[in-house]
């Protein structure tokens, strides 16, 4: 769950469709960073 949430936040990144900043809010908030 918490790897397809990942990958949809850096492709929606990647797409220009999700700011830096609230892909990192996420990235803290879920600590995706070492999964």
Do not use: C
Not at 2 to 16: C, D
């Amino acid at each position: 769950m918490k790897s397809r949430f990942k990958a949809l936040l850096i492709a929606g990144y990647n797409h220009g469709l999700l700011s830096d900043g609230f892909v990192r809010y996420w990235f803290n908030k879920f600590d995706l960073r070492a999964s």
